[in-house]
């Protein structure tokens, strides 16, 4: 079991329900209410701004550059460094991840028992491929978490008591393989008080609290 050490605490004016690591190092945290905060790589600057909508997901880009930011109304990216909006995606989407610099992951509910997962080239936004997913549930959540192989990703479907699961997904080309990883068909992640599935850490109201 690979150990986990406290680097430091970086204390917060409002809640970090969502929360988003880029590969250089950068965290950005977010409330429900809109309210955010930019943390640089080595903790020493909080760069602090606000959105107009309410946030339910939230990805950084490899380098800390782009923030995306999943709305009840799509998707809006932004600079870190002028918190200007640069594009935006119109959908009815879940979560999104930058796979790497030139690989964006979405996933959007399309039927009760089905999601789209897609997977864009962010300058010209145009999709690469995509892949409806079968919701093992129906009515799932699912949430895009990073994978070691930069052209796959992993999605997390859970809907409370009914149970929780793992799929891999991987871009070939122009396709997309999703396997369902059998071997684990209970996650224990913890809900939030409207019953919506939280990821460990993505609670309280500073960065590095146990």
């Given at each position: ?42 903790f020493q600057t909080v760069k602090d701004f606000t ?160």
């Amino acid at each position: 079991m690979a150990a986990i050490s406290r680097l430091r605490d970086v204390h917060l004016s409002h809640e970090a329900r969502f929360t988003a690591c880029a590969a250089s190092g950068a965290v950005a945290a977010l409330s429900p209410e809109g309210a955010g905060s930019l943390i640089s790589v080595d903790f020493q600057t909080v760069k602090d701004f606000t959105v107009s909508a309410r946030p339910q997901a939230a990805a950084l880009s490899p380098a800390g550059s782009e923030l995306a930011i999943v709305t009840t109304d799509g998707i809006r990216f932004f600079s870190t460094a002028t918190f200007e909006m640069l594009h935006r995606l119109n959908d009815a989407f879940m979560s999104c991840l930058y796979g790497r610099e030139n690989l964006v992951w979405t996933c959007a509910r399309f039927t009760p028992r089905t999601v789209v997962l897609k997977a864009w080239e962010p300058e010209s936004w145009t999709p690469i491929a995509q892949a409806k997913v079968a919701d093992p549930y129906g009515n799932s959540e699912f949430s895009l978490f990073a994978h070691p192989d930069k052209n796959s990703v992993v999605l997390w479907a859970a809907a409370g008591q009914d149970g929780q699961c793992l799929l891999w997904a991987t871009l070939t080309g122009s396709a997309i393989a999703v396997t369902r990883f059998r071997s684990l068909n209970d996650t224990s992640h913890r809900c939030d008080d409207y019953g919506r599935p939280v990821a460990p850490g993505e609670l309280g109201r500073h960065v590095g609290d146990g």
